[in-house]
């Protein structure tokens, strides 16, 4: 696809930040990224946040906080594509590199649910889905993979307590994160004995509030000053998917599995090819059908990977060393953007839970229940 | 929400109506107005069957504010007795063991309101079919 490069990376801390504003986490996350990638001066910013509209009531939000980032006079556009809007923001910077109008795009992601109570985080999500439908008869994001993880279950024959290690596989890779929301382990035990969100779904298998900002200087090859830390982004791919109510088959996530044949027809990539992957976890039962929907397992097969250690980081396929959706933390508009910075932190040899010679990672990320979901491939620049 | 929002959305709220693609004899519920499969945009209004079987089911604790009060309550998926497959709310289920395969038909109910003063909902639910 392209020669578009990240030179740089920013992020805050994933937490619940009572005391700083939106505007103020991406402050610190887009001063980062400039002073990371040398000091460049972006010519546009490229903002992702799903639900500041509701949670902030605040619109045309790439303009404030252009200004709040101190630049008088700079392009600057939002991007939203519910939980994958990160991505797309990614996509459209890397657009306007390509096309050769910009050098330089600063791409900021930032959510900031915790200035709302957890019903009303909740309602904001439920925007992401069809709300004259889902939202009209009570359906909540939660509620469809609470039906998908029965569903899953009866179908192969597997427990819970196999779904829900997820859970603590994240748990066990954030405690070396030093940007992870939960850096604790959690044992099984603890995660089933957890309260319902939407049974058999358990509060300790769902992503948590999360507020935080991360943002990427992204750059044409000619602005590559420093090889040994700049991240190739090798090619970006999307694909979308009937709304769930209209789907056939509810095991299996077709927007990846399009997106994926997309990613591989542009790369020639080979399965073995990709060192390590950051998933969108959002439930627990959520990793097993991204996996299978992609192919990187056969059906039913995630669960059994996950306990013969495939997915540690010296297993065959080191799966969300960031910790995931559920302990990295999931501030929604800016999750894609904190998985692409795990990437470039493994690509630059620099991560807390590093992949030996890592060359190649792959970041997924999706809307709702994969509705709509993005593929991008990084690679090592030298 | 407002009145105009609720108002124009309620026919297939109120009943089981569909649109339906004589092309490829697909239904759809919600109603749409272009066929997902061949793009066809002369689809036409079909009545839904009442009656059905719960595929999948879940009891939603955690919801939305107007929701709230109602939790903990039923979501399902069920597949109508003509094929076609549903996502709803559950009612009438406080006495019941529910389990996948049994037998569900579609009632009016109130989904939620406005406050007190404010506008009342209502929408489609199913409940067991007594034997």
């Known amino acids: ?382 | 929400m407002s009145a105009p929002i609720y108002w124009r959305e309620k026919l297939y709220r109120y009943r089981l109506v569909a649109s339906y693609c004589d092309k490829c004899n697909k239904k759809y519920y919600p109603p749409r107005p272009v066929c997902l499969q061949c793009g066809n945009t002369e689809l036409r209004e079909v009545k839904l069957p009442n009656t059905g079987t719960l595929i999948s089911f879940t009891t939603v604790y955690q919801t939305f504010p107007e929701f709230s009060k109602l939790a903990p309550y039923v979501i399902g998926i069920i597949r109508l007795d003509d094929g076609t497959t549903i996502v709803a709310q559950l009612t009438d289920v406080d006495q019941i063991e529910l389990k996948e395969g049994i037998r569900v038909e579609a009632v009016f109910r109130k989904m939620y309101e406005d406050g007190e003063s404010g506008l009342i909902y209502y929408g489609t639910k199913f409940r067991p079919v007594s034997r």
């Open chain 1, 1 to 382: 696809m392209s020669e578009v490069y990240i030179t740089g990376i920013g992020y805050t801390q994933v937490s619940e930040h009572w005391v700083k504003s939106i505007k103020q986490l991406s402050l610190e996350a887009a001063v980062k990224a400039i002073k990371d990638s040398g000091y460049k001066k972006p010519d546009s910013i490229v903002l992702s946040s799903s639900l500041a509209s509701f949670l902030q009531h605040q619109e045309a939000l790439s303009n404030l906080i252009r200004e709040y980032l101190g630049f008088s006079n700079l392009h600057n556009i939002k991007v939203e594509a519910g939980e994958c809007s990160g991505s797309a923001a990614v996509e459209v910077a890397t657009s306007l590199i390509n096309s050769g109008r910009f050098k330089n795009v600063l791409v900021l992601g930032v959510e900031k649910p915790s200035d709302k109570l957890p019903q009303e985080f909740n309602a904001s999500l439920s925007s992401t889905l069809d709300r004259d439908y889902y939202f009209y008869n009570g359906i909540t994001h939660a509620s469809l993979f609470a039906l998908v993880y029965k569903l899953y279950m009866k179908q192969y024959g597997i427990k819970q307590e196999d779904i829900a290690a997820f859970a603590v596989h994240d748990h066990a890779m954030a405690v070396n994160v030093d940007y992870a929301q939960y850096r604790f382990p959690i044992s099984i035990d603890r995660v089933l004995s957890s309260p319902n969100v939407s049974e058999p779904l358990k509060l300790f298998e769902a992503f948590p509030t999360s507020d935080g900002a991360s943002a990427l200087m992204i750059s044409s090859k000619d602005q590559v000053d420093n090889p040994d830390y700049a991240v190739k982004l090798e090619a970006i791919s999307s694909a979308s998917d009937l709304s769930f109510v209209y789907r056939s088959d509810f095991l299996s996530f077709n927007s990846l599995r399009f997106a994926f044949e997309d990613l591989r027809k542009k790369t020639k990539l080979a399965k073995k090819d990709i060192n390590f992957l950051e998933i969108h976890d959002s439930y627990s039962i959520a990793a097993p059908l991204i996996i299978e929907s992609l192919g990187l397992a056969e059906k039913s097969e995630a669960c059994k990977m996950l306990k013969e250690g495939e997915f540690e980081k010296d297993g065959t396929l080191p799966l969300n060393m960031s910790g995931g959706l559920k302990a990295r933390g999931h501030p929604i508009g800016a999750t894609p953007i904190y998985q692409i910075v795990e990437a470039v932190l493994q690509l630059r040899g620099k991560a807390s839970n590093q992949v030996s010679n890592a060359e190649t990672g792959l970041v997924q990320s999706m809307s709702n229940i994969a509705d709509q979901a993005y593929l991008i491939l990084l690679r090592r620049y030298k």
